[in-house]
């Protein structure tokens, strides 16, 4: 059974960092791509930074560029998503998920998001307070 857990999120002041952590469990390939997606209270979710595992390739949405980074140990089955400079406007809870297309673009997110949904772990809450 694939299992993602995530973990790291916490309470932070705005312009202090994070470091999230998905662990990933379960997979019998490594042809994938994980995710990092956030949902603030009352909006939808959206993704934010994807990674491919294969050869670590990066795509983040420009809210969070030069800010957040994305990053796999393949060892440790785990990517993490370090936070930083962060925002009141980041207040969210994580989410991580999987997906088998290779992460290139924006587009990536989509499949996680409204077709092939069955890979999601169950948050970690981010609260940036002023």
């Known amino acids: 059974e694939v299992q993602l857990v995530e973990s790291g999120g916490g309470l932070v002041q705005a312009g202090g960092s994070l470091r999230l952590s998905c662990e990933a469990s379960?997979?019998?390939?490594?042809?994938?791509?994980i995710g990092w997606f956030r949902q603030a209270p009352g909006k939808e979710r959206i993704g934010i930074s994807c990674?491919?595992?294969?050869?670590?390739?990066?795509y983040d949405v420009d809210s969070v560029k030069g800010r957040f980074t994305i990053s796999s140990d393949n060892a440790k089955n785990t990517v993490y998503l370090q936070m930083t400079s962060l925002k009141p406007g980041d207040t969210a809870v994580y989410y991580c998920?999987?997906?088998?297309?290779?992460?290139?673009?924006?587009?990536?997110?989509?499949?996680?998001?409204?077709?092939?949904?069955?890979?999601w772990g169950k948050g970690t809450p981010v609260t940036v307070s002023s």
């Open positions: 990674i491919r595992r294969s050869d670590v390739r990066t």
């Open positions: 998920a999987a997906d088998a297309p290779p992460c290139d673009g924006s587009g990536w997110f989509l499949g996680p998001l409204y077709y092939r949904m069955d890979y």
């Open positions: 379960g997979f019998t390939h490594d042809d994938y791509s």
